[in-house]
């Protein structure tokens, strides 16, 4: 995150805070060599990474990635006969860690999907794991086997921004995240829930840095022998959402 007026940012596509550079991770310093003859003129090297642009003005840059060990915690549960949590008490995380970044989802006018498509599952390799044609597609890094990496949502006019995912470890982490965001005077922008397409457990707060963050848990993961799903019309966004008939009348609850 950084000041909209820092000279060392790329140009905005549209007004207000928002996503100024998507940079991606590769593997290995050979990988950078690989995308740069993809990319042909449209790459740039810059020092130890590479930069471009996708077809509706996002800029991207290519790293070669720092990755630290994600600390994984599993919480253990009870179910019918099953006791994996005995004479234990469960406290609250307080700050649930990041994971990681999961994906990004970015808004694109319909007209350029075609075009956008063609350049992410072209010279960057994605695969569509979702091909949803009156929503947009769920695409799916070529080193990953995460549901999606990297969301085209179709907007009648207009890019930007749409929503930055943040891998949490449960369904406890990801409310209590949002509930700290929403402690620090952030938004709330739809109410939890569990998506049908990648099956995450969801909740969504307005971000600081423009669009929306989602914290995120359980998401599906899809190897590569995994064929493309296309849907006609949106399937639905939920499995399930939180909802609500408003404050108990009898006043009894708390």
Request: hydrophobic share 40%; aromatic share 8%; proline share 8%.
């Amino acid at each position: 995150m950084r000041p909209a007026d820092d000279p060392a940012l790329p140009p905005a596509v549209e007004p207000g805070p928002t996503l100024r550079e998507l940079v991606w991770g590769v593997e290995r310093a050979a990988d950078l060599a690989i995308l740069a003859d993809r990319l042909g003129p449209a790459a740039r090297r810059e020092g130890e990474g590479l930069h471009s642009r996708d077809p509706t003005g996002l800029a991207l840059g290519f790293r070669v990635m720092a990755r630290e060990a994600a600390p994984v915690r599993l919480r253990q549960r009870n179910q019918g006969d099953h006791r994996g949590r005995v004479n234990e008490r469960l406290s609250a995380y307080g700050s649930p860690p990041a994971l990681r970044i999961v994906h990004c989802a970015y808004n694109i006018p319909r007209a350029a999907n075609e075009a956008a498509l063609a350049f992410w599952c072209g010279p960057l390799g994605f695969k569509p794991v979702d091909k949803v044609l009156d929503t947009g597609t769920f695409l799916q890094a070529e080193g990953d086997v995460e549901h999606h990496n990297f969301f085209l949502c179709f907007r009648p006019d207009r890019a930007g921004i749409n929503h930055i995912a943040v891998e949490l470890w449960d369904f406890d982490a990801v409310m209590e995240a949002g509930n700290r965001m929403i402690e620090a005077g952030w938004k709330e922008s739809r109410r939890p829930g569990r998506h049908r397409l990648g099956s995450n457990v969801y909740r969504f707060v307005h971000a600081p840095c423009g669009g929306r963050l989602e914290f995120v848990a359980d998401m599906d993961r899809m190897d590569k022998d995994w064929q493309t799903r296309v849907w006609e019309k949106n399937p639905g966004h939920n499995i399930w959402m939180i909802r609500s008939s408003g404050p108990d009348p009898a006043g009894t609850g708390d």
